[in-house]
């Protein structure tokens, strides 16, 4: 799937590149503001419930931000913008690669390689902050990807605030490398799977942007 037909699927909201999905929390934030802002004139009560409205508003925009990128070279590129939380060896051989998304990030997750889209699996659970370790057991969605690597797994996992993951293509999908797939409204983790024999690039506390970092190393 060409990034430009990915990136054509998206709400948008006075010029400013919206993630889809993001419609029910922004809309009515913004109704709200835009009314408190047109009765500010005619009322001081109005006024001062505009600033704190717009002030929302204003967030809510930013937090569902969905900008182009320049998607990198490499075979594993990372799914999620955040900061890697934890690198750990699973006991089939693989390598689970914990990303935690901080509600300033950017809330789109992109392809971490080129493949189909061989299945994509909600799990309803609980939903602890993701830093924390119980949030294994929160609510996520599990994705598998057949690609020139084999089978890689992805996980989407829902934070304490984070209580909806959106997935934007379903099963049996073509994705090119850094297509957006889904949204994780605010806080939350992307784990990803490296198959065995895969080298880690990153390392823990570090930042990573989605489709421009890359997870695996030469």
């Given at each position: 799937?060409?990034?430009?037909?990915?990136?054509?699927?998206?709400?948008?909201?006075?010029?400013?590149?919206?993630?889809?999905?993001?419609?029910?929390?922004?809309?009515?934030?913004?109704a709200?503001?835009?009314?408190?802002?047109?009765?500010?004139?005619?009322?001081?009560?109005?006024?001062?419930?505009?600033?704190?409205?717009?002030?929302?508003?204003?967030?809510?925009?930013?937090?569902?931000?969905?900008?182009?990128?320049?998607?990198?070279?490499?075979?594993?590129?990372?799914?999620?913008?955040?900061?890697?939380?934890?690198?750990?060896p699973?006991?089939?051989?693989?390598?689970?690669?914990?990303?935690?998304?901080?509600?300033?990030?950017?809330?789109v997750?992109?392809?971490?390689?080129?493949?189909?889209?061989?299945?994509?699996?909600?799990?309803?659970?609980?939903?602890?902050?993701?830093?924390?370790?119980?949030?294994?057991?929160?609510?996520?969605?599990?994705?598998?990807?057949?690609t020139?690597?084999?089978?890689?797994?992805?996980?989407?996992?829902?934070?304490?605030?984070?209580?909806?993951?959106?997935?934007?293509?379903?099963?049996?999908?073509?994705?090119?490398?850094?297509?957006?797939?889904?949204?994780i409204?605010?806080?939350?983790?992307?784990?990803?799977?490296?198959?065995?024999?895969?080298?880690?690039?990153?390392?823990?506390?570090?930042?990573?942007?989605?489709?421009?970092?890359?997870?695996?190393?030469?």
């Amino acid at each position: 799937m060409p990034h430009s037909q990915t990136s054509a699927h998206r709400d948008s909201l006075t010029g400013v590149r919206i993630a889809r999905g993001a419609s029910p929390w922004l809309l009515p934030t913004v109704a709200t503001a835009a009314l408190s802002l047109v009765r500010a004139r005619k009322s001081r009560r109005a006024a001062a419930i505009g600033v704190p409205t717009t002030a929302l508003a204003a967030g809510m925009l930013w937090f569902f931000r969905d900008p182009e990128r320049e998607i990198a070279q490499g075979r594993v590129i990372s799914p999620a913008d955040g900061v890697v939380q934890s690198i750990m060896p699973w006991k089939d051989g693989r390598t689970r690669v914990a990303i935690f998304m901080s509600p300033l990030n950017v809330h789109v997750n992109r392809a971490p390689l080129a493949g189909t889209v061989t299945s994509v699996e909600h799990v309803p659970g609980g939903f602890v902050p993701a830093f924390n370790k119980e949030s294994e057991n929160n609510e996520r969605v599990v994705w598998h990807f057949d690609t020139e690597l084999g089978d890689i797994e992805m996980v989407q996992i829902a934070g304490a605030v984070a209580r909806r993951i959106v997935p934007y293509i379903p099963q049996g999908t073509k994705v090119e490398q850094g297509d957006r797939i889904g949204l994780i409204r605010f806080g939350s983790r992307v784990d990803i799977y490296l198959p065995e024999g895969v080298e880690v690039a990153v390392e823990v506390g570090q930042a990573t942007t989605a489709g421009v970092t890359r997870i695996d190393r030469d």
